[in-house]
């Protein structure tokens, strides 16, 4: 830190580069170097530098880079934002990979790799990089195997992304499932105390309307036993009076009939006088007046009631004894 305080970049520009190698830097001034906006080649080899910072990526403006004979055991993820980054010189460094961006980097024509303990694949595609055309096609290499490794970084992130989705599907899924049926044993729960109250409310209705029929029983009995003396009574006086009825009515229709028979014997015994002085059916009368002698004198007392009263009671003894 104490060397880049002391650092004056203006000093270390030469036409359009930045120099600062051997300086001892351990950070990147990348504000400072902002400031000149025109600098397209950038000298940092030969310092103590192990990371670049993430707003590396800002120096697009820079078209060479040489980071040589550092300590860099990674590049930033965003790396491939160095658009119009031409060359770029990593010679003996501490680099195992490359980041899936560096596959952006279109404008890249010139790479050098060499002194890295890269991976078997990258250290392949790099190639040697002993000269200026191996390096050209170290570049080109490098770029489209890193297009690879990024269609494949792309691939397991979209599977991760995918299988992300399908655990918090079945998350929401078992939550769901855990909700609904939080929400039917509540609705059991309510279901059972709904039932429960209603039971108790019944239990409670009987036990009312037992102990009312327990304190009521003695006064119905009594009640009972009242309408049923009444009823007797009135049975016994209905049936007294209907008993009365029909004896009415049979002696109605006895009367009835007898003064009938009264009146026709009555009659018959006058137009049999009138045949009186026949001495073929003189004989007959005499059997008929000793028949109808009875009869003549019930006629008396009902038929002819009127005559009677008119009478009086010796013209109706005399009337009979004709």
Known sequence: MSNQKKLNLKEKITDDCLDLSLCGLDKIPIKEI???????????????????????????????????????????????????????????????????????LKSLQWLDLKGNPLEPELRKAAGECSDETQCKKC??????????????????????LRKQKE????????????????????KIEKEQKRVLMEQKKKETEQLKSDNQEKTSSPVKSQVSNELKKKTGVCRGFFSALSYVFFLTLILAGFYVLLVNYCESGNAFRIKAKSFANNPYVSDGMKFLDNKFNFFNKINCDFAYAKKANKLGALGVKKWCNQ
């Open 139 to 160: 570049a080109l290499n490098v770029i489209k195997y890193m297009k690879q490794v990024a269609a494949e970084v792309e691939r397991k992130r979209q599977a991760e």
């Open 34 to 104: 902002l400031e000149f906006p025109k600098i397209k080649k950038l000298n940092l080899s030969y310092n103590q530098l192990t990371f670049l910072p993430q707003d590396f990526a800002k120096l697009q403006h820079i078209r060479e880079i040489d980071l040589s004979k550092n300590r860099l055991t990674t590049l930033p993820s965003n790396f491939g934002s160095l658009v119009n980054l031409k060359t770029l010189d990593l010679l003996g460094n501490e680099l195992t990979k490359l980041p899936p961006s560096f596959s952006e």
């Open 167 to 186: 655990e918090q599907a079945k998350r929401e899924a078992l939550e769901l499932a855990k909700e609904k049926e939080l929400k039917a044993q509540k």
